[in-house]
């Protein structure tokens, strides 16, 4: 039995559709417009997500700076931004993981046309989040001094510097948490544009608050580096109530009655099936917290030069992203609905325009780096560090876009095994002793760090390709 055949559109009006929110069926008809419409919104949504982190760190290298009589920290404020992110890393690990696990169950339930069934999946995430988020919030609020100086060596004036923008930004996992899952929700019922229209609430929010709440403009108090952690998290405490209203009495494919649920049994499978998600993003994200440890032993400089050369490349890497997550729906809806040739073709032909994209943003990074870093640093010693985590790091983005890619195919098929040791054999095993030895034994610094992330992240694509192949992942039952 053949699909229906869809009435021809053009580019535009596929483009427009999308920024519409228009609903549409992902298991059936051309397989290129379908990756179109997830992923203009879900792409739009990472550069936002983004977004947040190159504002603030814009904003506090202005501190740096002086601007508005702030006295000068020479580096400090952005470290401090810099460490407390190596921190919140772990509180995004969870979110990620659980985000994907939720992912792949409402888009499975969805193909399936089981809209209740992804109902009490969004249901229970919340609730799940809410538990994780209040439990991991608490003691990172209490603690937030001693562990910013865990991750800068002690460094006091750091510490000084970033104590405040800390508490706010770890004691508000709980926000962090929920604003994840419930986007996690609309994209796995294939309404991302939904979730870009949270974040963009969120930014929107961010961006007028940073310099008002930093330097003490007009009524304001000057919080400095507080004063960042203040603004993001009021924008996103603002999207998660709007988040909740849209599921409660929105237009989305999937609404929630109730928002919250707490059964043992379903909220028992959401956690074995988040398990090996939160694992794998933990295993990622605590090699970076080693990294930023490895690169901060080198002085102040260097840490904040990382940090923003870091939240440069996210930034242009997280609409990568993004086209991944395209991938993630995809292959749930179409597994769910019994079509995993389908589910395979669109993996391959998301790839394929994530390798496109970064391989220009790689000629970007390598042609005008310092360009780039100028825009948001000023002193020379932090603008080198930044350029060469620039041109090392991106040197291997084509080879991140396949690894992105067959990551989200596997998660959102369900097979979170793989992908969790995968990341073990490559970020523990191979990046972390590759950095050490680099950085400390042949004495290469802050630039052997920075080589670890793309020799890594090139053998973890090239593996990811083989199980890929293999076809493991279809078979997968969630």
Known sequence: MTEPTAIPRSLWQHITGSLRGEQHDYTRGSLPAAILLLAIPMVLEMALESTFALVDIWWVNRIDDGWFGVAPTHGAAVAAVGATEGLLSMVYAIAFGLGMAVTAMVARRVGEQDLRGAAIAGSQAIGLGLVVGIALGVPALVFAPELLGLMTDGNAKVVAAGTGYAQWMLGGNVIVTLLFLQNAIFRGAGDPMLALKTLALANGINLVLDPLLIFGLGPFPALGVTGAGVATCTGRTIAVLYQFWVLRHGRGRVRLQPLLRFDAGPMWTLVKLSAATVGQFLIATTSWLFLMRFVNSFGE?????????????????????????????????????????????????????????????????????????QIFVTEPAVQAHAVDALRIIASGYVFYAWGMVALQAFNGAGDTRTSTWLHFWFFWTLELPLAYSLAFWLELGPIGVFWAIPIAETSFALAAFVMFRRGRWKTVKV
Not at 318 to 328: E, F, V, Y
Not at 331 to 337: F, I, P, R, S, W
Not at 355 to 363: G, W
Request: net charge neutral; glycine share 10%; aromatic share 10%.
């Open 301 to 373: 400089a260097a840490g904040a030069g990382y940090t923003t050369g870091i939240r440069i490349l996210i930034f242009a890497l997280l609409p990568a992203w993004g086209l991944s997550n395209a991938a993630a729906t995809l292959v749930g809806q179409n597994l769910g609905a019994g079509k995993p040739e389908r589910a395979e073709r669109a993996v391959w032909l998301t790839a394929a325009y994530d390798m496109v994209f970064l391989a220009f943003v790689t000629l970007v990074m390598e042609l005008w780096p310092r360009e780039i870093v």
